[in-house]
């Protein structure tokens, strides 16, 4: 596709379920980002992938997120055990190097009820 | 830095007035930056941009300015108007660590 596109857009899970949030980059990208965005707040560095180096996953809150990069294309951001706190919205980014700017999804916005 | 969980600061403007938004980073070795532009429920997109060997750089009714000295990063945005309304980030990448760092984004306020 043209863009980051993210899915879903909106998700609202019960508190104790696992989700699963999917990011396409766009094409070719070596680099992807998942940022987390709370309402109203700036943006909380999750996860890094780049091209077929370890991931950088200083960013993840706890041992309830974990993320995979398939094929250096698509990536999975998981939520185990979802917690209230985790309600947010979902950003993932893509990059050509890294060391390029990063493109935008849309975002995908979870709701822990 | 990384901007975890802080509350945004709000610069509010006269529509026809210039806004100036600034950015103090905390890596001396970052040398690219990018200013993004966050609508409401919707992903930040890119405004513009510039690498450590510039210290200003000019777009389409913004100005980037760089101050490596004092790690000081400035959008400056001519002529606001009502559709300029968002919250602003901006991002800095040390090409040593390969990824973006985002400050924690202030939000602009245009009063018609």
């Known amino acids: 596709g043209a863009g980051v596109s993210q899915s879903p857009s909106n998700k609202v899970t019960e508190k104790g379920k696992d989700v699963e949030l999917r990011c396409d980059p766009i094409?070719?990208?070596?680099?992807l980002y998942w940022y987390r965005q709370s309402l109203g707040q700036g943006l909380e560095f999750l996860i890094y992938f780049q091209g077929n180096s370890a991931p950088d996953k200083s960013g993840l809150p706890s041992d309830r997120f974990s993320a995979e990069r398939t094929g250096g294309s698509v990536s999975t951001l998981t939520i185990q055990r979802t917690q209230q706190e985790d309600s947010a919205v979902y950003l993932c980014?893509?990059?050509?190097?890294?060391?390029?700017?990063?493109?935008f999804g849309q975002g995908t916005r979870l709701t822990v009820v | 830095g990384e901007s975890v969980g802080l509350h945004l600061p709000t610069l509010s403007v006269q529509e026809g007035d210039n806004s100036i938004i600034n950015c103090a980073y905390s890596?001396?070795?970052?040398?690219?930056f990018i200013w993004y532009k966050q609508e409401s429920g919707k992903g930040p997109q890119f405004i513009i941009d510039?690498?450590?060997?510039?210290d200003k750089r000019q777009g389409q009714r913004v100005t980037v300015l760089l101050n490596k000295t004092v790690k000081h990063l400035s959008l400056q945005i001519a002529a606001t108007q009502p559709g300029d309304s968002a919250v602003y980030f901006c991002?800095?990448?040390?090409?040593?660590?390969?990824?973006?760092?985002f400050g924690s984004g202030t939000k602009l306020n245009v009063k018609p």
């Open positions: 991002a800095e990448n040390a090409g040593n660590f390969n990824k973006f760092y």
């Open positions: 890596n001396s070795a970052s040398d690219y």
């Open positions: 510039i690498r450590s060997n510039m």
């Open positions: 980014a893509s990059s050509a190097t890294g060391l390029t700017e990063a493109f």
């Open positions: 094409s070719g990208h070596t680099a």
